[in-house]
């Protein structure tokens, strides 16, 4: 096999891995170079965390490890449907977030990285500043200035400088670029390593379903990192002749920040001119994805599709998931909207089995959730 490396999937430039970089000379997000994907057999099964499946990453790595990953997988009854919630909030900082942070991290700790630089709405940066910490770095968070003060709290807990921005999510992505001159970019949504980190989801639920792929997964989706990874995991489950299939991934947004879905709908890769609007589900909100076109490649190679759901029916399904016991927060509660729709337009079939992946714990919004349920 060629030496695994950075790859600019637009021009095909590569860099070596033991270079730290998040983006290609020509600026744009860099993918690591297809990997061979591991059986049962590679699976280090005394290690409980994602790390049991550290042969499937591109290289040796030292982990810095909190005991992210194992998350439950439940099956709940679900218009019919035997769905299997994936309870991400299980995770040490409390999102999905953790498996992608600790593999970025761990990889920079042991490159001789000493400060680390990321922009985040909450859940990236909670997960950055935890592992950071773990790990001795020095890091910085850029936020909104409308995070949710929890989120933000946590950061803080564990000793992240927060600086809160002004103004649209993407603003603190434009600061956090502009002040990567001084200080590493460890961005989520940047960097390679990340996704070597959330394509482990993929390696974990082929494990929990007894090594078989489910039929469907659904992702509550901002920048998409999550859809990546479970594209590159399954990937190379598949290229190792793990699974005879990929799963139809189904991406879901907030209606009011839709573009994913617009340029599914569309049938492009060029992001549509509109006015999005304010969202409950916050940690969704990215107008305009860095990698826009390999989200939609990956939706498009899977068979799945995209799915834009209401304000209401965001609501609704909060309720409804806190009803059998799942305390989420807004951002993904919008899964299992979505879910209802798709069973209901048979895109769904209620023999298959379908992941319904629940991010983040609803105590991540707890002023938001205080509100809604009238607790206060």
Not at 1 to 25: A, E, H, I, K, N
Not at 247 to 269: M, S, Y
Not at 318 to 345: D, H, K, M, N, Q
């Amino acid at each position: 096999m060629t030496r695994p490396c950075y790859v600019d999937p637009v021009d095909g430039t590569t860099y070596p891995l033991d270079v730290p970089r998040w983006r290609s000379d020509a600026g744009r997000p860099l993918m690591i170079t297809a990997l061979p994907g591991i059986g049962r057999g590679d699976i280090d099964v005394r290690e409980r965390s994602i790390w049991r499946y550290r042969a499937a990453l591109p290289m040796a790595i030292a982990p810095v490890s909190l005991g992210e990953g194992c998350t439950p997988l439940i099956a709940r009854d679900w218009d019919g449907a035997a769905l299997r919630f994936k309870l991400e909030w299980f995770a040490p900082t409390a999102s999905f977030k953790d498996r992608g942070a600790s593999v970025m991290v761990s990889y920079l700790r042991q490159a001789g990285i000493p400060a680390i630089l990321e922009d985040s709405s909450g859940n990236g940066g909670a997960a950055i500043a935890a592992f950071g910490a773990a790990a001795g770095l020095a890091v910085r968070i850029l936020c909104p200035a409308t995070t949710q003060p929890a989120k933000v709290a946590q950061m803080r807990a564990f000793g992240a400088e927060v600086q809160l921005v002004p103004g649209p999510r993407e603003e603190s992505e434009n600061e956090a670029i502009r002040q990567s001159a001084t200080r590493f970019y460890a961005s989520h949504n940047w960097q390679a390593f990340f996704l070597q980190g959330t394509k482990l989801l993929a390696y974990e639920l082929w494990e929990d379903l007894g090594f078989r792929a489910p039929d469907n997964v659904i992702v509550p989706c901002g920048a998409g990192s999550n859809v990546l990874g479970c594209d590159i995991g399954f990937s190379e489950l598949l290229a190792a002749g793990r699974i005879g299939r990929l799963p139809r991934l189904f991406c879901v947004q907030p209606q009011n920040v839709a573009p994913i879905h617009a340029c599914f709908e569309a049938g492009t890769d060029t992001l549509p001119a509109r006015d999005w609007q304010p969202t409950i589900a916050e940690g969704t909100a990215i107008k305009r994805p860095v990698r826009l076109k390999p989200v939609l490649d990956a939706i498009r190679r899977s068979g799945g599709g995209t799915i834009a759901v209401s304000e209401d029916e965001i609501r609704a399904a909060l309720r409804r998931l806190a009803s059998i016991g799942f305390y989420v927060e807004p951002t993904c509660a919008g899964a299992a909207a979505a879910a209802s729709r798709l069973i209901a337009a048979g895109r769904i079939r209620k023999g298959e089995t379908t992941g319904v992946l629940l991010t983040g714990t609803g105590l991540k919004a707890s002023a938001f959730m205080t509100e809604f349920f009238g607790a206060g």
